[in-house]
Nanobody, 123 residues
């Protein structure tokens, strides 16, 4: 069974950090581009970041550029999203997705999706 599982979400104060993980089972992540998306209550799903299968030239939404970093560890079949300097507006459910195209617009055109992990930034 092909599955993506996100972890690492939680409650953090403004200015804090979290690292999200996206682990795959049933297939190998390293041949696919991976995207991170988020959806806040009442808002549309938003592309946050993506990384190609080679790991080169990751893409970031303007709202997170300079604060978030996407990396991949192919040996662990896992992709990470390091989130620093978190703001209340980063509060959302974060999803990872696999098998799509990593383009600057970070569109949600991916075949496989995880169930999401909640990130809440609040004092």
């Amino acid at each position: 069974q092909l599955q993506l599982v996100e972890s690492g979400g939680g409650l953090v104060q403004p200015g804090g950090s979290l690292r999200l993980s996206c682990a795959a089972s049933g297939f190998t992540l390293n041949i696919y581009a991976i995207g991170w998306f988020r959806q806040a209550p009442g808002k549309e799903r938003e592309g946050v970041s993506c990384i190609s299968s080679s790991g080169s030239m990751p893409k970031y939404a303007g709202s997170v550029k300079g604060r978030f970093t996407i990396t991949r560890d192919n040996a662990k079949n896992t992709v990470y999203l390091q989130m620093n300097s978190l703001k209340p507006e980063d509060t959302a459910i974060y999803y990872c997705a696999a098998r799509g195209l990593c383009v600057q617009s970070i569109e949600p055109k991916y075949d496989y999706w995880g169930q999401g992990t909640q990130v809440t930034v609040s004092s």
